[in-house]
């Protein structure tokens, strides 16, 4: 029965994995976060800020401690903000469940610390 | 039709700007006989990237901030860029960041925080309140009287949302918004002239590099450029089949309006 239906409708099959293919291969240019703490190996006493925002970028959070430190956070993915199944307005919540499992990848960042004349003295990157 | 398509471009458009109508007679020629001081204030200090991944089936939108706080003196920069585009307009404007000491702008610097929405909402629990203000915040004695003790007579106080980059799906080009507030307000007399907010969006040619990498590589050169061409570009007027634009200067009532021009001629 389902190789009937298949032969009958090869074209529409055929006409269906193309525009799939070029859908897929249309997701455009990306934001570019950059998340691989571990291999970027930057070196406690060595590093400056300018090198840690020169490969990762700008940080999602900045804080100043008591000392005068500034700890730099980076998350470990973008967030899911919106999806639509089947629908138009992506601008809709992603659901709760796609939400929970989004917010546990973007904790899994990196935070960074600098003395106050911007050298790296401490970091916590996600294992 | 017509009408109809008439009235949705009309929702859409006063959308995208909600402001007073534009000064006219005395008050307008006041402020360009007048001098102007330029406050730009940045309470959110943050650029916001968001993509739509296209998933056959589903669309999915993803999103990341940067911030650029301790990063970038973006209060100084902007105000320069306003400051420059109002001179050409007519205004004898001079930013706060070059008619002022250091000193004193670190004094002023909490009120200005103060008088602006970002920076209270993220202070306040009761945001929502904060975000439906439709008023402009009152002017401060202490800041009025050190710009009335420097010859100012009014004072263009600039706010912004946030410089925003989208990179839609399906090969659309990428496309920057930035929603900016005026606040003008005239020293010797104490009082709110004109409020409005005008939004700027803009197309970007990344090239072949990520969002983030076209923004904040070499010092956010790429931020500072488009900002600063966003800025520009919104005090021009700009033609496109025969269609004004509609410039800052415009809506506060600083330039001509074509079109309301030939209108009454």
Not at chain 1, 94 to 102: A, E, T
Not at chain 2, 162 to 185: C, F, H, K, Q
Not at chain 2, 209 to 232: C, F, H, P, Q, W
Request: proline share 3%.
């Amino acid at each position: 029965m389902l190789g009937k239906i298949v032969k009958n409708h090869v074209g529409q099959f055929a006409i269906l994995l193309i525009v799939t293919t070029f859908l897929c291969a249309c997701g455009g240019q990306s934001i570019g976060l950059k998340t691989e703490f571990k291999q970027a190996n930057m070196e406690i006493g060595k590093t400056s800020k300018s090198d840690i925002v020169q490969y990762f970028g700008l940080p999602q959070k900045v804080l100043k401690d008591d000392s005068g430190r500034d700890h730099f956070f980076y998350e470990g993915a973008t967030r899911l903000v919106g999806l639509c199944v089947g629908c138009g307005d992506v601008n809709q919540g992603p659901g709760l469940i796609p939400s929970l499992i989004n917010q546990g990848i973007v904790s899994e960042g990196a935070e960074y610390v600098f003395d106050p004349s911007g050298i790296l003295v401490a970091k916590f990157e996600s294992k | 039709m017509f009408r109809f398509v008439f009235g949705v471009c009309a929702v859409f458009l006063s959308a995208c700007a909600t402001m007073q109508p534009p000064l006219s007679g005395e008050p307008a020629n006041s402020l360009k006989s007048g001098k102007a001081v330029v406050a730009f204030f940045d309470g959110v200090e943050q650029i916001k990237y968001s993509r739509d991944i296209y998933l056959v089936l589903a669309v999915a939108k993803e999103a990341s901030y940067s911030t650029y706080s301790g990063l970038w003196n973006s209060n100084a920069d902007v105000s320069g860029i306003h400051t420059t585009e109002l001179s050409k307009i007519g205004i004898q404007a001079k930013s706060l960041y070059e008619a002022l000491s250091p000193e004193e702008i670190a004094e002023i610097q909490p009120i200005l925080k103060t008088m602006d929405v970002s920076s209270r909402m993220k202070a306040s629990n009761n945001s929502n309140e904060l975000a439906s203000e439709k008023t402009a915040p009152h002017l401060k004695q202490k800041l009025k009287d050190m710009l009335l003790s420097k010859g100012f007579d009014y004072l263009f106080f600039i706010t912004w949302s946030g410089y925003n980059l989208d990179v839609p799906a399906l090969g659309i080009s990428p496309r920057e918004t930035l929603d900016t507030t005026y606040s003008i307000y005239d020293l010797n007399r104490d009082s709110l002239l004109w409020n409005g907010s005008v939004r700027a969006f803009e197309q970007v040619d990344l090239g072949e590099a990520t969002a983030k990498e076209y923004i904040e590589k070499n010092d956010l050169s790429g931020l500072k450029k488009e900002v600063g061409r966003m800025i520009s570009e919104k005090y021009k007027i700009r033609t496109d089949h025969g269609i004004n634009s509609t410039s800052v200067g415009q809506y506060i009532g600083l330039q001509d309006n074509v079109a309301a021009v030939k209108q009454g001629e």
